[in-house]
């Protein structure tokens, strides 16, 4: 990745005000240390014996687990590597990427979130690879989160990076702090949506849009 645009998306993040401002100054390393010595205590305070084989390693894997994986959004350095292109071919209609999968974690419960996401934009005369909404999608998921955020900062990022104020959002997920806890609503799922540019003001672009993504 270029180091104007590494710089750029670190700006990015850095500026997200849900985020502490010393979330940084810690390496991976320490933070699995960390959290693998607190996890421990939280397991012996519910009454686990810790020195069971099958629970010994447990909160080094759940540790591993929370920074390498499930919350690996956190970490600046896990931006996607973003392909922009030129528009060469001129194409001045919609792009959609539909059928995303979100694996996300409710910062409430932290308990999963899991859906699709619906993602499109019309070119200001650059375009992204496919992969990379993908990507970015999965990227802003991996963080405790909630759906509305997710939704908004995933239109927000293709905005900067394709200097383009169309672009749409829509996740429909389940989350099991509602499914599985609480009301045990285990049918309710949940939809956000973020529809800026032509896609709120053009009636006729909104409707296409939800037309390809099967939402009225």
Known sequence: MEEKNKKFLKNLINNENYLHKNIFLMSDKEKIEKIEKYFF????????????DSLRR???RVAKMFIQEIFSGLNPNNTPNISIFENKYKYNQMLIEKNITVYSTCEHHFLPIVGKA???YISNGK?????KINRIVNFYAKRPQIQ???TIQIVEFLQKMLHTQDVACVIE????CVNSRGIKDIDSSTITTK???????????RREFLHHIKIS
């Open 118 to 120: 619906h993602v499109g």
């Open 173 to 176: 997920a389940k989350h099991l």
């Open 195 to 205: 529809l800026v540019g032509s896609f709120q003001k053009n009636s006729e672009i």
């Open 127 to 131: 375009v992204v690879g496919l992969s």
């Open 148 to 150: 509305e955020r997710l």
């Open 41 to 52: 205590q939280i397991m012996k305070i519910l009454g686990l014996d810790m020195n069971d």
């Open 58 to 60: 447990t909160p080094k």
